[in-house]
């Protein structure tokens, strides 16, 4: 079946400018993760949703950070005021609950984000 | 931050040769799932073992865990050039979230 979705898959801003980025999780996943990949790095947490609730929000980088999914299914990552410090590629993970806490997570393409 | 780390950082072999990657990490867990990832693109899901579990094997694939040790281990047997990618090990403590090392880049050569 079609697996994770990610759109853009690639985007540039000017400094300063908002960004959304979109997930699209496998149907049917009540659980939704996004993480941020810096160069040469592993991907780092940044939030995470069971249906429309976000649960964690404690790898958000700063309050310019933003995360939703208002119908539980699609979801979006909101960046305001772009900064350089960004550029990562930004990933989403649509997960099938194991047992508490214990999630089996399959990742979409990524969006690359390029501050300039 | 990263909490996990692999080892080694880079590995090259010849394609048929087995290669071994280990990774360690710091909390306790509920599973370990490992990835794969080929340069510019996401994230492959290959495996995952739970943390009662001590071995799974999925095709070539062969995965070790020991918690007493918070290390696991992925053999891949009979490599293949299409095998070349980073290998990516992330633990899922009791917060949900994975956490991620930095991956073992592996090139596997004709």
């Known amino acids: 079946g079609a697996g994770v979705s990610q759109s853009p898959r690639y985007k540039v801003a000017k400094r300063g400018q908002d960004v959304a980025l979109r997930c699209d999780p496998i149907?049917?996943?009540?659980?939704l993760f996004w993480y941020q990949q810096a160069l040469g790095q592993g991907p780092e947490f940044l939030t995470y949703?069971?249906?429309?609730?976000?649960?964690?929000k404690s790898g958000l980088p700063s309050d310019r950070f933003f995360a939703e999914r208002p119908e539980g299914s699609v979801s979006t990552l909101k960046i305001q005021r772009t900064q350089q410090e960004d550029s990562a590629v930004y990933l989403c993970?649509?997960?099938?609950?194991?047992?508490?806490?214990?999630?089996?997570?399959?990742f979409g393409p990524g969006t690359r984000l390029t501050v300039t | 931050s990263q909490q996990g780390e692999e080892d080694p950082q880079a590995l090259s072999i010849q394609e048929g040769e087995n290669a071994t990657m280990n990774c360690s990490y710091k909390?306790?867990?509920?599973?370990l799932q490992w990835y794969r990832q080929n340069s510019g693109r996401g994230l492959v899901h290959l495996i995952l073992?739970?943390?009662?579990?001590r071995e799974k094997h999925s095709g070539r694939l062969r995965v070790t865990l020991d918690t007493s040790k918070k290390s696991s281990s992925l053999l891949i047997t009979a490599s293949r050039a299409a095998d070349t990618a980073s290998y990516l090990c992330?633990?899922?403590?009791?917060?949900?979230?994975?956490?991620f090392g930095t991956g073992t880049r592996l090139q596997v050569t004709l």
């Open positions: 993970a649509s997960a099938i609950a194991l047992g508490p806490s214990s999630y089996e997570q399959y």
């Open positions: 149907s049917g996943h009540v659980s």
């Open positions: 949703f069971q249906n429309e609730a976000q649960l964690d």
């Open positions: 909390t306790s867990i509920n599973n």
């Open positions: 073992i739970r943390s009662n579990e």
């Open positions: 992330a633990s899922n403590g009791t917060a949900s979230k994975l956490t």
